[in-house]
């Protein structure tokens, strides 16, 4: 299977468990009179359309090459990330405010009954969080992996939203709001985990360099193609699951054009071979000193 089915059906998995769990949520803090599970709902909710998006681009970002976008639609994919990170932070931003409200707001205690429901749904999205992390680390996808932090940060508000409920309880009347300050404490870190995922997809458009692990694999495996003496100036852009190289490498300077040629094919066709994550590869033939 390759990378992007991979992260395509890995966000089909998504979509139907932020389903499952928003509707669970919703319900039970309707009904469990807990404001930190019904904003952990809407955290949740954001978390399906963030997953559509997410979809959507990892399937643009899939189409080939073409006269107009050369070097593919990968970049579609951080443009994407941008969209899903603001999803987070605007539901950060209305559960924070939701929470301000009801804090100096008389309600009811949460019901004991909510525990129960949330302690399975943070084992879960747990459990997705490390599934699809894995899978974006596997695919080298930037959506992706914004799509994992989702599940976290989902898991983060529930433990938030477990602990304001438990001091309520607790302590009884007189803490109703624990439950409201444990979901404006959840709003920081989603905040925060949105910075964590718009950090390298802005990275991503601007050509930051920051791959010089695959720059010194990259060196590596060209110096064993015969012909090849050295390598010196490697660039490297990332679009989507694929890096684009740019790489200088050194030949004897008294070869033919043509045999220098042939060279520069046979070390991009090696290097497409032994590190399949490398989409273009440009090789700028340079004589030896």
Same mark, same amino acid.
């Given at each position: +299977?390759?990378?992007?089915?991979?992260?395509?059906?890995?966000?089909?998995?998504?979509?139907?468990?932020?389903?499952?769990?928003?509707?669970?949520?919703?319900?039970?803090?309707? =009904?469990?009179?807990?404001?930190?599970? $019904?904003?952990?709902?809407?955290?949740?909710?954001?978390?399906? =359309?963030?997953?559509? *998006?997410?979809? =959507?681009?990892?399937?643009?970002?899939?189409? %080939? #090459?073409?006269?107009?976008?050369?070097?593919?639609?990968?970049? #579609?994919?951080?443009?994407?990330?941008? *969209?899903?990170?603001?999803?987070?932070?605007?539901? #950060?931003?209305?559960?924070?405010?939701?929470?301000?409200?009801?804090?100096?707001?008389?309600?009811?205690?949460?019901?004991?009954?909510?525990?129960?429901? @949330?302690? %399975? @749904?943070?084992?879960?999205?747990?459990?997705?969080?490390?599934?699809?992390?894995?899978?974006? +680390?596997?695919?080298?996808?930037?959506? @992706?992996?914004?799509?994992?932090?989702?599940?976290?940060?989902?898991?983060?508000?529930?433990? /938030?939203?477990?602990?304001?409920?438990?001091? /309520? !309880?607790?302590?009884?009347?007189?803490?109703?709001?624990?439950?409201?300050? /444990?979901?404006?404490?959840?709003?920081?870190?989603? =905040?925060?985990?949105?910075? !964590?995922? $718009?950090?390298?997809?802005?990275?991503?458009? +601007?050509?930051?360099?920051?791959?010089?692990?695959?720059?010194?694999?990259?060196?590596?495996?060209?110096?064993?193609?015969?012909?090849?003496?050295?390598?010196?100036?490697?660039?490297?852009?990332? /679009?989507? +699951?694929?890096?684009?190289?740019? @790489?200088?490498?050194?030949?004897?300077?008294?070869?033919?054009?043509?045999?220098?040629?042939?060279?520069?094919?046979?070390?991009?066709?090696?290097?497409?071979?032994?590190? %399949?994550?490398?989409?273009?590869?440009?090789?700028?033939?340079?004589?030896?000193?």
């Amino acid at each position: +299977m390759t990378n992007e089915a991979t992260a395509i059906r890995t966000t089909y998995f998504s979509i139907i468990g932020n389903t499952c769990i928003a509707i669970i949520k919703g319900i039970a803090g309707i =009904f469990g009179n807990s404001f930190a599970l $019904f904003a952990d709902a809407i955290e949740s909710l954001t978390d399906i =359309f963030a997953s559509i *998006l997410v979809l =959507f681009g990892l399937k643009y970002a899939n189409r %080939p #090459a073409d006269k107009n976008h050369p070097y593919g639609h990968g970049r #579609a994919e951080p443009l994407i990330t941008f *969209l899903v990170v603001g999803f987070l932070v605007t539901s #950060a931003t209305i559960i924070a405010y939701e929470s301000i409200i009801n804090i100096g707001t008389q309600h009811e205690l949460p019901k004991l009954w909510t525990l129960f429901v @949330l302690g %399975p @749904l943070i084992i879960w999205k747990e459990i997705s969080y490390r599934l699809v992390i894995k899978k974006a +680390m596997e695919t080298n996808s930037s959506s @992706l992996k914004a799509d994992a932090w989702h599940h976290r940060s989902d898991a983060i508000t529930s433990i /938030a939203a477990f602990i304001g409920i438990s001091i /309520a !309880l607790y302590f009884g009347k007189g803490y109703e709001s624990a439950d409201d300050w /444990a979901a404006l404490l959840a709003a920081v870190f989603i =905040f925060y985990n949105s910075y !964590l995922i $718009f950090r390298p997809a802005l990275s991503e458009i +601007m050509d930051e360099h920051v791959h010089d692990e695959l720059i010194e694999k990259i060196r590596n495996v060209s110096i064993k193609v015969d012909g090849v003496l050295d390598t010196e100036k490697c660039f490297i852009r990332k /679009a989507g +699951m694929k890096y684009h190289v740019d @790489l200088h490498a050194i030949v004897d300077g008294n070869i033919t054009v043509k045999i220098g040629h042939e060279i520069a094919h046979n070390l991009k066709d090696t290097l497409r071979k032994d590190i %399949p994550q490398l989409g273009h590869v440009l090789i700028h033939v340079e004589p030896n000193k």
